[in-house]
């Protein structure tokens, strides 16, 4: 029978001074495509919550005794549905058919990030551009922030390739 969570403590690591989040990442890579994660930390872990978010998890946390929190991971839903979302992001159903597919999954980085940029120059607002990766583009996010684009992404259910997709800001087109 699989455990509706896997408990992943981190509070010795950061007790000691060390920084979790490579712990974390590997247990979150152990869980099967329906389990949890529980998290133990000594603060409430706000930046790991849009992690888990892109990464396809909820999130419920809960102030312990000292300050301490307990943080439920669960998965948002099971095959077929939709991919989270980007801080900007809006339902899929209302996004154009990609205009430019990219596979980056055989590049290092920051090449992936490079071509996923430049490809957006090339769009008109509003159209959208997916890319297939082989780990999540977390570095990529601020950029599309500061560029206004909206984006959703998630793993496959084997967790073999992320896939992002991207819509180019659609409000410069109003502005012009």
């Not at 981190?10 to 007790?15: E, K, N």
């Not at 312990?64 to 801080?87: H, Q, S, T």
């Not at 159903?93 to 940029?117: H, S, T």
């Given at each position: 029978?699989?455990?509706?969570?896997?408990?992943?403590?981190?509070?010795?690591?950061?007790?000691?001074?060390?920084?979790?989040?490579?712990?974390?990442?590997?247990?979150?890579?152990?869980?099967?495509?329906?389990?949890?994660?529980?998290?133990?930390?000594?603060?409430?872990?706000?930046?790991?919550?849009?992690?888990?978010?892109?990464?396809?998890?909820?999130?419920?946390?809960?102030?312990?005794?000292?300050?301490?929190?307990?943080?439920?991971?669960?998965?948002?839903?099971?095959?077929?549905?939709?991919?989270?979302?980007?801080?900007?992001?809006?339902?899929?159903?209302?996004?154009?058919?990609p205009v430019i597919e990219l596979d980056n999954r055989g590049l290092d980085?920051?090449?992936?990030?490079?071509?996923?940029?430049?490809?957006?120059?090339?769009?008109?607002?509003?159209?959208?551009?997916?890319?297939?990766?082989?780990?999540?583009?977390?570095?990529?996010?601020?950029?599309?922030?500061?560029?206004?684009?909206?984006?959703?992404?998630?793993?496959?259910?084997?967790?073999?390739?992320?896939?992002?997709?991207?819509?180019?800001?659609?409000?410069?087109?109003?502005?012009?």
């Amino acid at each position: 029978m699989t455990r509706e969570f896997v408990d992943v403590d981190v509070r010795p690591i950061l007790r000691a001074g060390g920084e979790p989040f490579s712990a974390i990442m590997q247990a979150l890579e152990t869980l099967e495509p329906d389990q949890g994660m529980r998290l133990f930390a000594t603060f409430k872990p706000m930046p790991l919550f849009g992690v888990m978010q892109s990464r396809g998890f909820s999130h419920e946390a809960y102030e312990l005794e000292g300050g301490e929190w307990e943080v439920l991971f669960r998965p948002l839903a099971a095959a077929g549905a939709a991919m989270p979302l980007g801080p900007r992001g809006s339902e899929a159903a209302v996004w154009p058919e990609p205009v430019i597919e990219l596979d980056n999954r055989g590049l290092d980085p920051p090449e992936p990030m490079v071509r996923i940029l430049e490809a957006t120059e090339r769009l008109q607002p509003g159209e959208v551009l997916s890319a297939m990766l082989l780990r999540e583009p977390l570095f990529l996010y601020p950029e599309l922030a500061k560029r206004g684009h909206e984006w959703r992404g998630g793993f496959d259910l084997q967790r073999a390739a992320y896939t992002i997709l991207i819509r180019v800001d659609a409000t410069k087109a109003a502005q012009e």
